[in-house]
T-cell receptor
């Protein structure tokens, strides 16, 4: 089936703390997992992605981990800053019946970083 | 700035009307994707075009249609509009056909309000 679950729906942290957002997917054939950040009034912006042949990827304060056996992946943000406040979406690729991928998105996590 | 442009930014119309949303992909990108984002449904994939041809279909209503022109810009046509069609409509583009987990870059969106 096509389903990506994302938790939590809201997350409030203090500046400097870490934030973790978790997603699970249902299709074992999924092989591409991007994370998007959406600020108010803007379109989603890709912040990091991971493919199924990699277990972890890091880019400065942002890291993503993937557990293919358990079918879950997580976004980790360290040393959070107020400008990290936004809605974060995970997504998983799903190969449709035409053979081409489509992205199925999680329901989003609203992250609020307080100074 | 992702390089994907969408017009108009805002659109207000009445039930039963027809509107056209326009998208220009990033320079060189061959695929265009359309998504609908509403408060209760999250980001829903509607349809993908690759180099002028329909490639993949998601939860697109029969009242909605899209096309991609030779210059690769795309239009999403929404007809017989209902109150429930009020949402943000995003266009995204990727370099090729999207078959191997290609990065999708999102535009700023068109906010549609049906009164």
């Amino acid at each position: 089936g096509e389903n990506v679950e994302q938790h939590p729906s809201t997350l409030s942290v203090q500046e400097g703390d870490s934030a973790v957002i978790k997603c699970t997917y249902s299709d074992s054939a999924s092989n591409y997992f991007p994370w998007y950040k959406q600020e108010l009034g803007k379109g989603p912006q890709l912040i990091i992605d991971i493919r199924s042949n990699v277990g972890e990827k890091k880019d400065q304060r942002i890291a993503v981990t993937l557990n293919k056996t358990a079918k879950h992946f997580s976004l980790h943000i360290t040393e959070t800053q107020p400008e990290d406040s936004a809605v974060y979406f995970c997504a998983a690729s799903l190969r449709g019946n035409t053979g081409f991928q489509k992205l199925v998105f999680g329901t989003g996590t609203r992250l609020l970083v307080s100074p | 700035d992702s390089g994907v442009t969408q017009t108009p930014k805002h659109l207000i119309t009445a039930t039963g009307q027809r509107v056209t949303l326009r998208c220009s992909p990033r320079s060189g990108d061959l695929s265009v994707y359309w998504y609908q984002q509403s408060l209760d449904q999250g980001l829903q994939f509607l349809i993908q075009y690759y180099n002028g041809e329909e490639r993949a279909k998601g939860n697109i209503l029969e009242r909605f249609s899209a096309q991609q022109f030779p210059d690769l810009h795309s239009e999403l046509n929404l007809s017989s509009l209902e109150l429930g069609d009020s949402a943000l409509y995003f266009c995204a583009s990727s370099a090729f056909s999207g078959g191997a987990g290609e990065t999708q870059y999102f535009g700023p969106g068109t906010r549609l309000l049906v009164l």
